[in-house]
């Protein structure tokens, strides 16, 4: 396993904390819309960062869970593609969720990309710190 990516590695040497980190980067902005603005967009931007989170949970373990599997690739994208199924069935739930919620749409949406925005920015910040590239460079 030597040709790993180095988005492999900040996640297996992550594994916990790679969500907490997302979460955490996440949390204030709920708060801050129910202390300034409104209850609704609130509520709504917390249901779309829970279930921003989930999907990220999912696709998560199914990539932990398809590593093993580096010798040999075609098992490891088999059990990659059920956890893509799983996902699949995450995300129609939540469209589901969304039609049924109307005064919670706006933040359910919002919550669910704003959770995908800060995966990918913790990432980038990780995996440049796992290569060495300091910051400006």
């Given at each position: ?64 869970a398809s590593q093993p599997y580096y010798v ?54 990780l995996t440049r710190r796992n290569d060495g590239v300091k910051k400006g460079e």
């Amino acid at each position: 396993m030597q040709n790993k990516s180095a988005v492999m590695e900040v996640m297996a040497r992550q594994r916990g904390k790679l969500l907490g980190r997302v979460a955490m980067g996440a949390l204030p902005f709920p708060v801050l819309m129910k202390i300034f603005g409104s209850q609704v967009w609130a509520e709504g931007l917390l249901v779309g960062i829970t279930a921003g989170l989930l999907d990220q949970w999912i696709m998560l373990t199914g990539i932990r869970a398809s590593q093993p599997y580096y010798v040999s690739p075609r098992k490891g994208l088999l059990r990659f593609k059920l956890f893509t199924l799983l996902r699949l069935i995450s995300a129609t739930g939540f469209i589901f969720l969304v039609i049924r919620q109307k005064d919670l749409t706006g933040g359910l949406i919002m919550g669910f990309l704003l959770i995908h925005i800060i995966f990918i920015m913790v990432l980038i910040m990780l995996t440049r710190r796992n290569d060495g590239v300091k910051k400006g460079e």
